[in-house]
């Protein structure tokens, strides 16, 4: 049965489209065997295109990285990442001199604002088994008037992440952990200050939800003025609003409408995103998201005279010591650990 309020069923691929303010979302799913003494993978990298391996081999791939997965230094302008570890882990480096350790449900919140320079390798710390790793990596554009702020970070960690437990009239559970936004008087972690999402008024939503089998869940309305779009990235089968959507979808939602979720027989898992458009033009260039293409060229040629603040690490794909937990080291030396 085909829906009024649900529209724009699309399969998923790597990269994932996604509706302003969002920019895109990415979903980062690999298989990493054991690692090495160096946090790589304990495996051959014979037939792998080394810098650009963007081809999933053997259930893993090692992006920009040639001895350890991940995305050496590389710079930003005039947006923010938002980056959800479900499994695995993620080291951060960056050109303010931050750095961290996150992964299993922590949450990244970065500021690239007026231009900065960062790294985010997967290491590898189990040498005897293997290294799962799971991500959602979710840009979220700036206004005109917050491009240039000064770049920042901060840590959602994983226990401080709200998590709703919600049940249905027969008893079956749905979970929605709140990585922004609000539910039922329930809000998440506030993000850096001068995010689109640092304003109520703005209606972003990240919520990650897991549904038990045959459970019902009804997502509250909206504002009229948002958009809302649903990933469904694990499961059989489910029926949004009456339409049923299979695996590895997603789909667009009148977000002014209370729209009800049934699950098939299975667990299945599904990410929300919501927020009030930013109603400015869109430029985007490599890793530069502005409102015209002569501020993408200034981004480049800014880039290129300043380094956005240089790289004071001596490697472009850092990582922390193995047994380092979780922790978070920022720009003014305060330091937090988990």
Request: aromatic share 10%.
């Amino acid at each position: 049965m085909d829906s009024k309020y649900v529209s724009r069923i699309r399969q998923l691929g790597f990269q994932w489209e996604t509706k302003n303010p969002f920019l895109f979302c990415v979903h980062h799913l690999d298989h990493y065997p054991k690692g090495n003494e160096e946090m790589g993978p304990a495996a051959s990298l014979d037939g792998r295109d080394l810098g650009q391996d963007f081809t999933l081999k053997d259930g893993w791939r090692m992006y920009h990285g040639t001895k350890i997965p991940g995305f050496p230094v590389h710079p930003h302008r005039g947006f923010e990442t938002v980056t959800v570890v479900l499994n695995g882990y993620v080291d951060h480096s960056d050109s303010m001199g931050a750095a961290g350790r996150y992964g299993n449900g922590d949450v990244q919140w970065m500021t690239a604002g007026g231009g900065m320079q960062h790294a985010e390798m997967f290491p590898l710390l189990k040498t005897d088994g293997e290294n799962p790793l799971e991500l959602f990596q979710i840009w979220l554009n700036f206004p005109a008037e917050k491009k240039f702020v000064e770049p920042s970070y901060k840590m959602l960690w994983s226990e401080d992440i709200p998590k709703l437990s919600l049940n249905d009239e027969a008893g079956r559970a749905t979970e929605v952990t709140i990585v922004a936004g609000a539910l039922e008087g329930t809000a998440g972690v506030p993000p850096t200050p001068d995010s689109w999402a640092a304003s109520a008024e703005n209606q972003v939503a990240i919520w990650l939800v897991k549904m038990e089998a045959g459970a019902t869940w009804q997502i509250p309305a909206a504002a009229k003025q948002a958009t809302r779009s649903l990933y469904y990235y694990r499961g059989e089968r489910i029926e949004v609003d009456g339409q049923e959507i299979g695996s590895y979808r997603s789909a667009a939602l009148d977000p002014s409408q209370r729209i009800e979720i049934r699950n098939g027989d299975g667990e299945s898992r599904i990410l929300l995103l919501q927020g009030r458009p930013i109603e400015e033009p869109v430029v985007q260039y490599g890793p530069f998201v502005m409102n015209t293409e002569a501020q993408i060229r200034q981004a480049f040629s800014d880039y290129r005279e300043t380094g956005f603040g240089g790289w004071p690490w001596p490697r472009s794909d850092p990582v922390h010591e193995r047994k380092r937990g979780r922790f978070a080291r920022y720009p003014d030396g305060r330091e937090e650990t988990r």
